[in-house]
C-alpha cells in the first residue's frame, strides 16, 4: 500500500505510461469533454483540487521538459494568479499560444486529468522530458 506521493491509482498508472517528449494535459473543470482520451475526473467540488494542486503532486517525480499553457490565461487572470503558476513552474519553459491551437495539441497527449479548478483557461500540457 501507498503511504505518499500520488495516491489515485488511475493517476500513477497513466504517469507510468508516459515516455520521453509524451505529454500529459490537465485541465479545469470547464474543459471539453475528450471521449477519445483517457481521461481521469479528480473534480470533487469547485476549486478542489485546482490545476496547481495536481501539478505540484505529479512534478515530484515527473520531468517536465516544457509547459504549453493558452495565451488566454494570461489575458484574463490577475497578477496574484499569475504569479501562482510561474512560482509553480518555475525552471521550467511555458510556451504561450493562442487556445486554438493549446486544442490541437490535446488528442495526441496519453491521458488528461480533470480538476475542479475555476481558473478560465488554466490548462496545461506537460511535455515529459
Do not use: W
Amino acid at each position: 500500500m501507498l503511504k505518499t506521493g500520488i495516491l489515485n491509482p488511475d493517476i500513477n498508472s497513466l504517469l507510468s505510461r508516459i515516455r520521453h517528449t509524451n505529454t500529459l494535459v490537465i485541465v479545469d473543470r470547464g474543459f471539453p469533454f475528450c471521449p477519445q482520451m483517457e481521461t481521469v475526473d479528480i473534480s470533487l467540488v469547485d476549486d478542489i483540487p485546482k490545476v496547481l494542486d495536481v501539478l505540484r503532486a505529479v512534478r515530484r517525480n515527473f520531468v517536465i521538459a516544457k509547459v504549453f499553457m493558452a495565451r488566454e490565461f494570461q489575458l484574463g487572470s490577475d497578477a496574484a494568479t499569475q504569479r501562482a503558476f510561474e512560482d509553480a513552474l518555475e525552471g521550467i519553459p511555458v510556451m504561450l499560444e493562442p487556445h486554438a491551437e493549446f486544442r490541437k495539441r490535446v488528442p495526441q497527449a496519453i491521458g488528461l486529468i480533470r480538476t475542479g479548478d475555476t481558473v478560465q483557461y488554466a490548462n496545461m500540457i506537460l511535455e515529459s522530458g
